[in-house]
């Protein structure tokens, strides 16, 4: 996880909201010019609301990710967090709808993550 979250932050822009699992986005803040994990600390945040979408977007990029990640509302709750990224692990449940999501709100596969454990997909801006 931690060659990922390395190739994360050679490739996209510094201090980019990535939103990744865990073992991935606990390795983003110890580099240089890092991108930014979604939810790093809950307690970190100031609001309830904060928290609770911010939580919500991580349980998508679990391994067995909630049905909700299939939905617009996805979509809606990338665009309101404005994460630029998202690290999928490859043999994730559902990972066919969460892709259909995902190009459906801006974002691409990055050719660079293909030979990785993970898939980052980045907003094409």
């Known amino acids: 996880q931690y060659l990922v979250a390395k190739q994360i ?4 822009p510094a201090h980019s909201l990535v939103l ?6 606990r390795w ?3 580099f240089r010019r890092y991108s930014h994990p979604v939810l790093a600390k809950p307690q970190w945040l100031k ?3 904060q928290r609770r979408v911010r939580s919500a977007l991580m349980q998508c990029v ?7 990640c299939v939905t617009p509302a996805l979509d809606a709750a990338l ?13 994730q449940k559902r990972l066919k709808p969460v892709r259909a999501r995902l ?6 596969l990055q050719p660079w993550s293909r030979k990785l454990r993970y898939e980052v997909w980045a907003r094409v801006s």
């Open 62 to 68: 679990r391994r067995s990710p909630p049905r909700r």
């Open 20 to 25: 990744a699992p865990p073992a991935v986005s």
């Open 28 to 30: 983003l803040p110890t």
């Open 47 to 49: 609001h309830d609301t």
């Open 103 to 108: 190009r459906a709100a801006g974002y691409a």
């Open 9 to 12: 932050v050679r490739h996209l």
């Open 79 to 91: 665009d309101r967090v404005g994460v630029d990224a998202v690290v999928l692990i490859r043999n």
